[in-house]
T-cell receptor, first 109, second 116 residues
């Protein structure tokens, strides 16, 4: 699986959009970009995934660059409950996931 | 989204005893499930892949005789920590890929194991 690079931490004001970047320059053509988050002492939660096109669901939007070497997860209106560690993971299918250190997003009131 | 449950949510056991953790996919079938371990302030680490109808595959450095995995049905995988020691104390989490989509994975809530 391709390696990903994320900033270790970010702050965002409550009610503002949180934009979390991820670099995955070695991604292969058949690999998806997945985003998960882990709130303290809980199991990770699936957020969104994409292959080439931008995606949006009820939780977030995913913007993937045309060359697929980077992506951005957007939480449109961050709340305090969005404080968590966010993981960007590249995976080609039904394989076990390799977790990096992720980005610790802290939503400030 | 799909739901995965784990039982128990936390367990305390004495050194030398064995502990079984169950992982269930509640609303979908999973021929494959994954087991992870997470130590404090660290990321999840993949331990093993549980395969329905065949043997589990273990990641390098994970003792298969210590962490016994049984994928009893399309909705149940169990992890048994045998002869537990204090260094096995950790947060154990399972996941299952949802085959109906693009294999996004759904995680259980985790099991906190403390070995005294």
């Amino acid at each position: 699986d391709a390696k990903t690079t994320q900033p270790p931490s970010m702050d965002c004001a409550e009610g503002r959009a949180a934009n979390l970047p991820c670099n995955h320059s070695t991604i292969s053509g058949n690999e998806y970009v997945y985003w998960y988050r882990q709130i303290h002492s809980q199991g990770p939660q699936y957020i969104i995934h994409g292959l080439k096109n931008n995606e949006t669901n009820e939780m977030a939007s995913l913007i993937i660059t045309e060359d697929r070497k980077s992506s951005t997860l957007i939480l449109p209106h961050a709340t305090l409950r969005d404080t968590a560690v966010y993981y960007c993971i590249v995976n080609g299918g039904a394989d076990g996931l390799t977790f990096g250190k992720g980005t610790h997003l802290i939503i400030q009131p | 989204g799909a739901v995965v449950s784990q039982h128990p949510s936390w367990v305390i056991c004495k050194s030398g005893t064995s502990v079984k953790i169950e992982c269930r996919s509640l609303d979908f079938q999973a021929t494959t499930m994954f087991w992870y371990r997470q130590f404090p302030k660290q990321s999840l680490m993949l331990m093993a892949t549980s395969n329905e109808g065949s043997k589990a595959t273990y990641e390098q450095g994970v003792e298969k005789d210590k962490f016994l995995i049984n994928h009893a049905s399309l909705t149940l995988s169990t992890l048994t920590v045998t002869s537990a020691h204090p260094e096995d104390s950790s947060f154990y989490i399972c996941s299952a890929p949802y085959a109906g989509g693009s294999y996004e994975q759904y995680f259980g809530p985790g099991t906190r194991l403390t070995v005294t």
